[in-house]
């Protein structure tokens, strides 16, 4: 149990362009899902919080116009990166809290890679 | 000082060695305490996760948490190379994001 997918896996764009991201609880209901980027080597960092049927909470530093979050369903929440720059490139990864969880615990997803040419 | 504070590593062990990683933290409200195991290029995988000062077991791992030192501590026996991967300490509390250490890298050398 606790399977969360991701897709896609790995996407190519033109600088310039808008990209998603899904991300699916396969066997569970997330009323919480979180999104991070994570820079070779380095640690996640959590761009936003997305709750199903309200706004996401995005952290300090993030722009919430250039990654927008929507969570629609209790078991899908994707992230469109506007815009994108090859800055932006980036390994995004999803996670969910399941709503039955009894310690807060949190079940990612495999990954994006995104590359902005 | 810092919330979370692991130490990155990397680590290399050879095959079979007990592994020990380590965290430390300073936010007294955390309840809940957790590893990752995260393989490159992939998503992190929940290990283990427990909520209490004690050691918890399962299979080759311990997990081991210490509140009144605020420390936590993974411990891998008879370590495989199939253990090579980066380790995240990780700490919650309820209602809120979980907040992360930067991870160990450990390699098992066979």
């Known amino acids: 149990g606790a399977v969360v997918s991701q897709h896609p896996s790995r996407v190519i764009c033109k600088s310039g362009t808008s990209v998603k991201i899904e991300c699916r609880s396969l066997?569970?209901?997330?009323?919480?899902m979180f999104w991070y980027r994570q820079f070779p080597k380095q640690s996640l960092m959590l761009m936003a919080t997305?709750?199903?049927?309200?706004?996401?909470?995005?952290e300090q530093g993030v722009e919430k116009d250039k990654f927008l979050i929507n969570h629609a369903s209790l078991t899908l929440s994707t992230l469109t990166v506007t815009s994108a720059h090859p800055e932006d490139s980036s390994f995004y990864i999803c996670?969910?809290?399941?709503?039955?969880?009894?310690?807060?615990?949190?079940?990612f997803g495999p990954g994006t890679r995104l590359t902005v040419l | 000082q810092k919330e979370v504070e692991q130490d990155p590593g990397p680590l290399s062990v050879p095959e079979g060695a007990i592994v020990s990683l380590n965290c430390t933290y300073s936010?007294?409200?955390?309840?809940?305490f957790m590893w990752y195991r995260q393989y490159s290029r992939k998503g992190p995988e929940l290990l283990m996760y427990t909520y209490s000062s004690g050691n918890k077991e399962d299979g080759r791992f311990t997990a081991q948490v210490d509140k009144s030192s605020k420390y936590i501590s993974l411990f891998i026996r008879d370590s495989q190379p199939s253990d090579s991967a980066t380790y995240l300490c990780a700490f919650g509390q309820a209602g809120t994001a979980l907040i992360f250490g930067k991870g160990t890298t450990l390699s098992v050398s066979s």
């Open positions: 936010n007294s409200a955390f309840q809940y």
């Open positions: 997305s709750n199903e049927g309200s706004k996401a909470t995005y």
């Open positions: 066997d569970f209901q997330a009323t919480t």
């Open positions: 996670s969910a809290r399941d709503n039955r969880a009894r310690y807060n615990e949190q079940f």
